[in-house]
C-alpha cells in the first residue's frame, strides 16, 4: 500500500543527544518536505527535496539538517538536541510539477528533557 | 512570498449545523488551493481542492468556494458530525513545480453532538 511512514512516533532525549527522526515514502514521489508544527497548530516549513540530491531550508530557520540520498529515504537530523527543538515534526510528500496535494505521515512528536 | 490568512481560529457548532472556514491569500499568482483535516495524533490530510480555472466544488457534505477577483477561498460543511471535530488548514500555490504550499494557521473545529 502507497503509503508515508514517520518513526519513532515518540521519542522523548536528552539534551545534547544526537537524533534522527526517519520519513520514508512508497509513493515514488519527487518531493518531499519536513514541517515542524508548534502547539498552537501552525505548520512551520523548515526543510524540503525537489528530488535526490536536493534539499533546501524552508522558512522557519531550524538547527536540523536533512539528506536526500535516495527518492524514498528524507531523513531529518538534530547533532545536538535542545529542550527548544521540543515539538511535533511532520514528513510529507507530493509529485512533481504544479498543484499536487501533500501527503502527510503521523508525525514524531519529540520531547527534549 | 505568499501569505494565507485563516478566519476562524476556533469554530464551535452543534451536529447537523453547518460550518464554514475563510481563507484570504496575497498572491494573485496562486491557483491552486487544498484543504486539510487534522485528527488528534494524525498528520493532515488532503479533503479537498481546488483550481484557478473552477468557482466550486463539492464533495458530499464538503464544498470549496473561490473568489479570484478577491483572493480568497472558503471551506462548508454541512450536516456536521462530531467525526468533524478536527483542525482544518487552507493553504495555496503557484503554478510552478518549484513552489510549496502556503498553509493558513489552521481552525479548530468542534462540533457537539
Known amino acids: 500500500e502507497a503509503d508515508i511512514y514517520q518513526t519513532p512516533r515518540y521519542l522523548v532525549i536528552g539534551t545534547g543527544k544526537k537524533i534522527t527522526l526517519e520519513c520514508s515514502q512508497t509513493?515514488?514521489?519527487?518531493?518531499m518536505y519536513w514541517y515542524q508544527q508548534d502547539p498552537g497548530m501552525e505548520l512551520h516549513l523548515i526543510h524540503y527535496?525537489?528530488?535526490?540530491?536536493?534539499?533546501e531550508k524552508g522558512d522557519l530557520s531550524s538547527e536540523s539538517t536533512v539528506s536526500r540520498i535516495r527518492t524514498e529515504h528524507f531523513p531529518l537530523t538534530l547533532e545536538s538536541a535542545r529542550p527548544s527543538h521540543t515539538s511535533q515534526y511532520l514528513c510529507?510528500?507530493?509529485?512533481?510539477?504544479?498543484?499536487?496535494?501533500?501527503?502527510f505521515g503521523s508525525g514524531t512528536r519529540l520531547t527534549v528533557v | 512570498g505568499e501569505n494565507v490568512e485563516q478566519h476562524p481560529s476556533t469554530l464551535s457548532v452543534q451536529e447537523g449545523d453547518s460550518a464554514v472556514i475563510k481563507c484570504t491569500y496575497s498572491d494573485s499568482a496562486s491557483n491552486y488551493f487544498p484543504w486539510y483535516k487534522q485528527e488528534l495524533g494524525k498528520g493532515p490530510q488532503l479533503i479537498i481542492d481546488i483550481r484557478s480555472n473552477v468557482g466550486e466544488k463539492k464533495d458530499q457534505r464538503i464544498a470549496v468556494t473561490l473568489n479570484k477577483t478577491a483572493k480568497h477561498f472558503s471551506l462548508h460543511i454541512t450536516e456536521t458530525q462530531p467525526e468533524d471535530s478536527a483542525v482544518y488548514f487552507c493553504a495555496a500555490s503557484k503554478n510552478s513545480g518549484y513552489s510549496t504550499l502556503t498553509f493558513g494557521k489552521g481552525t479548530m473545529l468542534l462540533v457537539s453532538p
Open positions: 510529507a510528500s507530493s509529485e512533481s510539477g504544479a498543484g499536487y496535494g501533500y501527503t
Open positions: 509513493m515514488g514521489h519527487d518531493k
Open positions: 527535496s525537489y528530488g535526490v540530491n536536493s534539499t
